[in-house]
T-cell receptor, first 113, second 114 residues
Framework: KQEVTQIPAALSVPEGENLVLNCSFT??????LQWFRQDPGKGLTSLLL?????REQTSGRLNASLDKSSGRSTLYIAASQPGDSATYLC????????????FGKGTHLIIQP | KAGVTQTPRYLIKTRGQQVTLSCSPI?????VSWYQQTPGQGLQFLFE???????NKGNFPGRFSGRQFSNSRSEMNVSTLELGDSALYLC?????????????FGPGTRLTVL
């Protein structure tokens, strides 16, 4: 059964810093990995999708990498801003979709002004 | 394009009642998935529908059911509500098969069971 772990569970940094969020998964036979952000009490906003054949994806200040063989992904946020404060979730799709997306518990990020 | 919409946004029910939640996917999307989010368990997969057929189902009791209509709108139903069913219920849509494409989530329905 696929399991997804995110480290750290919480992170607080001053504005302007670059930061890295980590995600690991136990079964490397994935179709893709997706990063989301969730603001308090809200739904999920898709940030980046990396297909299993890709190594990284970039969108603005965000860069996500995927190392399928080692079961790891990182989300790099450059020049952090207070508006980046949210919970970041990593999710993998595997097993032909039988279990839907498997999510980590998330990293709660606070950017201090 | 309009995003995924869910109604109602908030619900308060009592134990033993039943509830129906609705999800309208992004126009043109044929796959709709449902998830339950709780502080303790995080996000857990309930089921996925594609072209009116349930394709996959998570590990939830039979009290949780769903359906999809010909216009891709989906409903989920929870019968005989329990206190533990209190959660944020999220639906997601995708253009193709849900497990290969980007999933777009709605704002969720917050269900409170008293």
């Amino acid at each position: 059964k696929q399991e997804v772990t995110q480290i750290p569970a919480a992170l607080s940094v001053p504005e302007g810093e670059n930061l890295v969020l980590n995600c690991s998964f136990t079964d490397s036979a994935i179709y893709n990995l997706q990063w989301f952000r969730q603001d308090p009490g809200k739904g999920l906003t898709s940030l980046l999708l990396i297909q299993s054949s890709q190594r990284e994806q970039t969108s603005g200040r965000l860069n996500a990498s995927l190392d399928k063989s080692s079961g790891r992904s990182t989300l790099y946020i450059a020049a952090s801003q207070p508006g980046d404060s949210a919970t970041y979730l990593c999710a993998v799709s595997s097993g032909g979709g039988a279990d839907g997306l498997t999510f980590g518990k998330g990293t709660h990020l606070i950017i201090q002004p | 394009k309009a995003g995924v919409t869910q109604t109602p946004r908030y619900l308060i029910k009592t134990r033993g009642q039943q509830v129906t939640l609705s999800c309208s996917p992004i126009s043109g999307h044929r796959s709709v998935s449902w998830y339950q989010q709780t502080p303790g368990q995080g996000l857990q997969f309930l089921f996925e529908y594609f072209s009116e057929t349930q394709r996959n189902k998570g590990n939830f009791p039979g009290r949780f059911s769903g359906r999809q209509f010909s216009n891709s709108r989906s409903e989920m139903n929870v019968s005989t509500l329990e206190l533990g069913d209190s959660a944020l219920y999220l639906c997601a849509s995708s253009s193709g098969q849900g497990y290969t494409d980007t999933q777009y989530f709605g704002p969720g329905t917050r269900l409170t069971v008293l």
